[in-house]
């Protein structure tokens, strides 16, 4: 009797892996990077706060106690000075031409994130609804970021 022919096939595991890594690696460095454009900023609390559900390609402006902004990681003066109000629209508008139109509307399909510091006043945030009211950039959905209250 013949020798019966070998069905066995070894198979490489060595690609599979290196793949695995590979995408392990990209989704770390895709999730950092949506938290890059939060500044460290002291929230204030809200009883009825809710955990923040990040949404895809919103714009996210941060408002320091002192009324400096920070867009995109860098920060401006306060938006009584010209070339920070500049920079605002600058950005706002460069952004919601990136979204799409809501149907039948002029409002931008991208959400707005504004955080400020527990200790900034609250016109320096009016200030920047002001200027999007100013631009006729209308934002469907703004986001005002607050910590929650920990019992």
Same mark, same amino acid.
């Given at each position: 009797?013949?020798?019966?022919?070998?069905?066995?096939?070894?198979?490489?595991?060595?690609?599979?892996?290196?793949?695995?890594?590979?995408?392990?690696?990209?989704?770390?460095?895709?999730?950092?990077?949506?938290?890059?454009?939060?500044?460290?900023?002291?929230?204030?609390?809200?009883?009825?706060?809710?955990?923040?559900?990040?949404?895809?390609?919103?714009?996210?402006?941060?408002?320091?106690?002192?009324?400096?902004?920070?867009?995109?990681?860098?920060?401006?003066?306060?938006?009584?000075?010209?070339?920070? *109000?500049? %920079?605002?629209?600058?950005?706002?508008?460069? =952004? $919601?031409? #990136?979204?799409?139109?809501?149907? !039948?509307?002029?409002?931008?399909?991208?959400?707005?994130? *504004?955080? %400020?510091?527990?200790?900034?006043?609250?016109? =320096? $945030?009016? #200030?920047?609804?002001?200027?999007? !009211?100013?631009?006729?950039?209308?934002?469907?959905?703004?986001?005002? %970021?607050?910590?929650?209250?920990?019992?």
């Amino acid at each position: 009797m013949a020798n019966a022919p070998n069905n066995e096939v070894d198979m490489d595991m060595t690609p599979m892996i290196d793949i695995v890594f590979l995408m392990i690696i990209f989704f770390i460095i895709v999730s950092d990077m949506t938290q890059q454009d939060l500044a460290e900023l002291k929230l204030p609390v809200a009883e009825q706060a809710v955990d923040d559900e990040a949404e895809q390609g919103r714009m996210i402006i941060n408002i320091l106690k002192d009324g400096e902004v920070i867009i995109k990681r860098v920060k401006y003066d306060t938006l009584d000075q010209p070339e920070a *109000v500049a %920079a605002l629209r600058a950005y706002l508008a460069s =952004e $919601v031409a #990136k979204g799409e139109k809501d149907e !039948g509307t002029t409002f931008s399909s991208r959400a707005l994130l *504004v955080r %400020a510091d527990k200790e900034t006043k609250f016109k =320096e $945030v009016q #200030k920047v609804m002001r200027i999007c !009211g100013e631009m006729g950039i209308q934002v469907y959905k703004v986001h005002l %970021a607050a910590a929650q209250n920990e019992q």
